[in-house]
């Protein structure tokens, strides 16, 4: 029984790598700088009171954006505006 387990975790071991090797890598350095920061965003929406990023949901006081903890398992897009104040 032994025999088997070791052969069968060897194998696994063996086609591992080459699985591995066809996925393509992410990068989040491209994907990061095409997010707009927080700032930018807020400088270029100065009436947006509530905006969330669809991890993170915040809400805007006295010019500083204070935000939720991120989601588990979020998809980060760009931010979004949910409300605006009524100037």
């Known amino acids: 029984m032994r025999g088997f387990i070791f052969s ?13 090797e066809n996925a393509k890598p992410a990068k989040p350095a491209e994907r990061a700088a ?3 920061s927080m700032r930018d965003f ?8 509530e905006f969330n990023d669809n991890c993170s949901y915040c809400v805007v006081r006295d010019g500083r954006a204070d935000c939720s903890t991120p989601q ?16």
Do not use: F, W
């Open 34 to 36: 095409n997010m707009q």
């Open 42 to 49: 807020l400088q270029a929406n100065p009436d947006c009171r």
């Open 8 to 20: 069968l975790l060897l194998l696994i071991a063996g086609v591992s790598p080459a699985l591995c």
């Open 72 to 87: 588990i398992a979020c998809v980060k897009k760009a931010y979004q505006c949910t409300a605006r104040s009524g100037k």
